[in-house]
């Protein structure tokens, strides 16, 4: 983990020339550098922050597609994303149980996706402007957020936002969109949102393990009590219907709800 969080600081810290071909206003780019939201054209306020993306699985065809400067970032993100996605499962294994499921229940496809999503945040020259990210929650299955010693992730409960301050080589795990709606709301994806401080810079990775686009996701029957809250639907439809609101997830979430 610190190996891996050097690495990320290194890249953002790497002058200008090394990163511009990576940087590219095309969401579909399979490795992204960009700045503030993927709504940055529409968006009213721009946001603080550099953004670096890249599919993780399968690792033979992504890799190629990832940065080459730093020049130790292929090796040692790779050893990174390989143990994140273990650690996701085992964690998916224990949701599982939890919700009385077989324990493979999210194994395959509906964990196919992996993305590894690097933030970096530098020092704001005033915080009360602009945020780093909006609030919003994550769009996939589980998410596994790695948020370095610099704090403002903010988490919204009952009414207020919540500082998540930084545990040293700990994962804050949250849970995504997709686990809401197949878990049939016993399990509840968090509003979070990021905050900018004007001292320091803060740099962050989350690894969101996601179905695969085709993958048709809906509530599991066996935890459907009455009448299911969510309609059956394609992967890949929730998340074009998920980046143009991503800041409003009763809009996001209510697309999705089943007529019922
Ligand atoms: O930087 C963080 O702590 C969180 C970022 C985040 O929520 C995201 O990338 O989805
Ligand atoms: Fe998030």
Redesign the pocket.
């Given at each position: 983990m610190n190996e891996s969080m050097d690495v990320f600081k290194e890249f953002f810290e790497m002058p200008w020339e090394d990163k511009a071909m990576l940087y590219s206003e095309d969401p579909k780019n399979s490795c992204r550098l960009s700045t503030s939201s993927v709504n940055y054209a529409r968006e009213k306020i721009h946001h603080w922050?550099d953004?670096l993306r890249h599919p993780c699985h399968p690792l033979q065809d992504c890799i190629k597609h990832w940065p080459q400067k730093p020049v130790r970032y292929r090796e040692v993100v790779a050893t990174y994303t390989i143990e994140a996605k273990k650690l996701g499962l085992r964690i998916l294994e224990l949701v599982s149980e939890g919700l009385g499921l077989e324990s493979r229940y999210f194994g395959d496809k509906l964990s196919e996706s992996e993305i590894l999503?690097i933030?970096h945040?530098p020092p704001c020259p005033d915080p009360s402007l602009t945020l780093?990210?909006a609030k919003?929650c994550?769009p996939n299955l589980l998410?596994l957020?790695h948020?370095g010693d610099v704090s403002?992730?903010q988490v919204f409960n009952n009414g207020e936002w919540i500082g998540?301050e930084p545990l040293h080589n700990a994962f804050?795990v949250?849970i995504g969109n997709q686990l809401q709606i197949i878990s049939n709301n016993k399990l509840k994806s968090v509003e979070?949102?990021?905050v900018t401080n004007s001292r320091v810079a803060?740099t962050?990775?989350?690894f969101?393990i996601g179905p695969s686009e085709d993958s048709i996701i809906e509530p599991e029957k066996s935890l459907v009590d009455d009448a299911p809250f969510y309609r059956a639907f394609e992967f890949k439809d929730f998340l074009l219907h998920y980046f143009p609101n991503l800041e409003d997830n009763e809009v996001v979430m209510g697309h999705f709800k089943s007529q019922a």
């Open positions: 922050r953004n999503s933030n945040y780093g990210v919003h994550d998410t957020l948020q403002g992730l998540v804050v949250n979070h949102r990021v803060r962050s990775a989350g969101f």
